[in-house]
T-cell receptor
Framework: GENVEQHPSTLSVQEGDSAVIKCTYS??????FPWYKQELGKGPQLIIDIRSNVGEKKDQRIAVTLNKTAKHFSLHITETQPEDSAVYFCAAPEGSGGSNYKLTFGKGTLLTVNP | DVKVTQSSRYLVKRTGEKVFLECVQDMDHENMFWYRQDPGLGLRLIYFSYDVKMKEKGDIPEGYSVSREKKERFSLILESASTNQTSMYLCASSLAGWVQPQHFGDGTRLSIL
């Protein structure tokens, strides 16, 4: 099955700085990579995702980059704000075939943005 | 917006009890999932269902079963609760087909005493 590793496990930045979280995956057939944000007391919420036919996707202050050769993808948050403080999870599916898929999640990164 | 509702935010049960966790989604999604979330271990898939009355085991199905009698409702059952099943349980749903985003509920924090 898929193996997803996420680093770092904790990240502390000053407000306004950038934050980068990186994930590696093992299944070269994987072709969809979502990122989720989980605030305290809430369930994970999808914030951005990327498919393997593109190398980068941006949505305002958030971007995701994908390197299929190296089998890693990263979340970039620019101009961080205190409300970005949360746990972030990456995920990758098991394989690329079939009509139903399972996601394997990284273990999460606790991001703290200090005012 | 997709809404996934888990019936209880907090639940306290005793060892050996049969426990039911309920999840309802309102977007006519074909796929539904149950995860368990523990500190340092991330989200681990217990069971998922891709259609009514259909289910598949995830990575940690032992000690659990599921029921999906209606498309919008997916239940997780702890047949005989044990203390090592104390955890946060998350339900999610998605459309059928490849690469569909999963939408999560806010979780049920279950304590087994």
């Amino acid at each position: 099955g898929e193996n997803v590793e996420q680093h770092p496990s904790t990240l502390s930045v000053q407000e306004g700085d950038s934050a980068v979280i990186k994930c590696t995956y093992s299944d070269s057939a994987s072709n969809y990579f979502p990122w989720y944000k989980q605030e305290l007391g809430k369930g994970p919420q999808l914030i951005i995702d990327i498919r393997s036919n593109v190398g980068e996707k941006k949505d305002q202050r958030i971007a995701v980059t994908l390197n299929k050769t190296a089998k890693h993808f990263s979340l970039h948050i620019t101009e961080t704000q205190p409300e970005d403080s949360a746990v972030y999870f990456c995920a990758a599916p098991e394989g690329s075939g079939g009509s139903n898929y399972k996601l394997t999640f990284g273990k999460g990164t606790l991001l703290t943005v200090n005012p | 917006d997709v809404k996934v509702t888990q019936s209880s935010r907090y639940l306290v049960k005793r060892t050996g009890e049969k426990v039911f966790l309920e999840c309802v989604q309102d977007m006519d999604h074909e796929n539904m999932f149950w995860y368990r979330q523990d500190p340092g271990l991330g989200l681990r898939l217990i069971y998922f269902s891709y259609d009514v009355k259909m289910k598949e085991k995830g990575d940690i199905p032992e000690g659990y079963s599921v029921s999906r009698e209606k498309k919008e409702r997916f239940s997780l059952i702890l047949e005989s609760a044990s203390t090592n099943q104390t955890s946060m349980y998350l339900c999610a749903s998605s459309l059928a087909g490849w690469v569909q985003p999963q939408h999560f509920g806010d979780g049920t924090r279950l304590s087994i005493l």
